[in-house]
């Protein structure tokens, strides 16, 4: 079994920044990449950022220049650093991890985290 927490969420005025958290735990053997999804009322999810275990990043247009992604491979940690927030912003954003359970390249999946509201309102 794999587990992740998400934290960081909350509610922050146009122009303010969080710091979003997501530990996985449990069951790793090697983590392939690490992301943040996000999902906006009657909106499909989307990608926000993505980082690999070699530290290659992507990122929607939307949030360029204002978002960063990154890790720590000791913690099993991805962080989303999102600054000059807009309301548009506002989502439920999801922790999503790409991994091996076992040396076997048939136990691979994709876990997702529950969720943590941002809200960007005045």
């Known amino acids: 079994q794999v587990q992740l927490v998400e934290s960081g969420g909350g509610l922050v005025q146009p122009g303010g920044s969080l710091r979003l958290s997501c530990a996985a735990s449990g069951s790793i053997f090697r983590i392939v990449a690490m992301g943040w999804y996000r999902q906006a009322p009657g909106k499909q999810r989307e990608l926000v950022a993505s980082?690999?275990?070699?530290?290659?990043?992507t990122y929607a247009d939307s949030v360029k220049g204002r978002f960063t992604i990154s890790k720590s491979n000791a913690e099993n940690t991805v962080y989303l650093q999102m600054n000059s927030l807009k309301p548009e912003d506002t989502a439920v954003y999801y922790c999503?991890?790409?991994?091996?359970?076992?040396?076997?390249?048939?136990?691979?999946?994709?876990?997702w985290g529950k969720g943590t509201l941002v809200t960007v309102s005045s």
């Open positions: 999503n991890v790409r991994l091996y359970t076992s040396p076997s390249v048939q136990d691979w999946g994709d876990y």
């Open positions: 980082i690999t275990s070699g530290h290659s990043t």
